[in-house]
């Protein structure tokens, strides 16, 4: 049997900012759907809410919000909530967290239905289970509550408009352009085109409202020519781009909508190419379009963490590694002289990849490189250097930590080496600088007279230590004598015990 299932939605609020889900959907008595919050491309789940046996619900959205999720969720001005009844059947509603002091009536067990207030959200939505139709927003509405209503009647010229750009587009051009079929798709393909722009006037008229914004994001300000190739039709969408969009708005993160212009912007560098038939998008069109987009986010660092996470996540789904790395290095391995380096540890996963795919990782083969020896004219090679251990200290006199930490260094290593005698361990100090004044004043103060020096004097730009994955200072890599990568180490005692 085919059901439909009619929800009507009701979001409501009162004087401390709680926050309560109720409604009734028929056709879906004692049955279970699942409470969403968008987050750029996640869906944080909230909670399993059950009806009773005539349909209805009541649920304590934000009291739930408040004890389990994090600070930048609870924090929200606004966060796109999905209610999703099975997994092809979902609805969005816009929420608030900023009510002030207005009372508002919370309905009861016994009387579900809550009195009106400008604020509440009341949605009904039809559903047709189908795999071929898996959006609520097919015949979606709001009937009340003015935010979610725009956003209903957006969603529904939306979509008739991504009919047109894809199946329309591509349907008519199947035919000879003097079939009157042809004729009637190239009519309608401006129609909604026609259609959605005077939706877009009278939207700008309106008042300001996250419901808006969002839809504006999404607002081209031009009806591209039907006979227009798509490569010159993608180069006028990339010029309006930005007309209505701004990536450093927080409302995007809390909604599917900063993921999706993400993804339109990196497509539409599609271009042709001689002698390749339709578009084509190579991999320097990809990075190029992943790292506009991001340098567009210039003050929002939440929403630029958020889209280069989804960005590496993404590329390291693919069998090239090099576009994962180059996008890496742009974003995450970008210290400056002066800065030791330090990053926040969500990014632990990235560094760990980038040293996997750039093979650095214990029992590797450690990357070769030559230097030229600070004070001579020699030139040594890390494979001819004949020892037990070699040890390579990536430093900075510039830097704090090492200015505390290499003379420290300097003292266990050379208790290191009386206890063991019998083992060799070559010492080579790899320096960040930029100044060889300072370098080899650092040098001449703390004595290290017993370590191999080098520095490329190019700071975190220097090749061995990108060769080597090196994001913070000081770093130690110890090589055995195989020419192996023994280990990583952030403290010269944990090395010292394992080099045994």
Known sequence: MKYIYSLIFFVVLHSTFAQTFSGTIKNFNNRSFAIYAIFADSLIFIDSVRTNNKGEFSYPLYETMKKRYPDNIKAAKHVTFRIQLNWNQFADVIGYNDYGKQTINIPHSDNPQPKKNEKDIVLNTVFRPSQWN?????????????????????????????VAEGWLLEMSRLFPYSDEFSQVLIKEYYKRYKKIEH???????????????????????????????????FKIFRQHFWDYFNPNDSIFLFSSTLIDKFEEWVYLHHHHKENIAGLYLDKADIINGINSFIEKIDKNTQNKEAILTYALRKLDRDDDKT???????????????????????????????????????????????????????????LYDINADYIMLIFWASWCSHCQT??????????????????KQLQVIAISLDTN????????????????????????????????????????IVVIDSEKKIFGFYPFIEKALYEMK
């Not at 006037?201 to 039907?226: G, R, S």
């Not at 996963?349 to 214990?362: C, M, T």
């Not at 290290?448 to 080098?454: C, P, T």
Request: aromatic fraction near 14%.
């Open 323 to 381: 576009l994962f790395l180059q996008v890496y290095d742009k974003w995450l391995n970008i210290q400056k002289e002066g800065d030791c380096g330090e990053q926040e540890n969500h990014w632990t996963w990235a560094h760990q990849k980038a040293a996997v795919y750039r093979n650095i990782v214990k029992g590797a083969l450690a990357p070769h490189f030559e230097m030229e020896l600070a004070g001579t004219d020699k030139t040594l090679s």
């Open 436 to 475: 060889a004044i300072s370098w080899q004043e650092y040098i001449n103060k703390h004595q290290l007279f017993n370590w191999l020096h080098y520095s490329e004097l190019r700071g975190w730009k220097g090749q061995i230590s990108k060769q080597y994955n090196i994001i913070a200072t000081p770093s």
């Open 405 to 422: 930490e290499i003379p420290r260094m300097k003292q266990q290593i050379e208790q290191w080496q009386k206890e063991h005698k019998n």
């Open 199 to 233: 939706y877009y006037k009278n939207l700008l008229k309106q008042p300001e409202n996250p419901a808006k914004t969002i839809a504006l994001a999404y607002y081209k300000p031009v009806i591209p020519d039907y006979g227009m190739p798509d490569g010159e039709r």
């Open 134 to 162: 898996n959006f609520a927003l097919d015949s979606g509405y709001s009937t009340w509550n003015n935010e979610n209503k725009i956003l209903y009647d957006f969603y529904q010229h939306y979509k008739k408009v991504k």
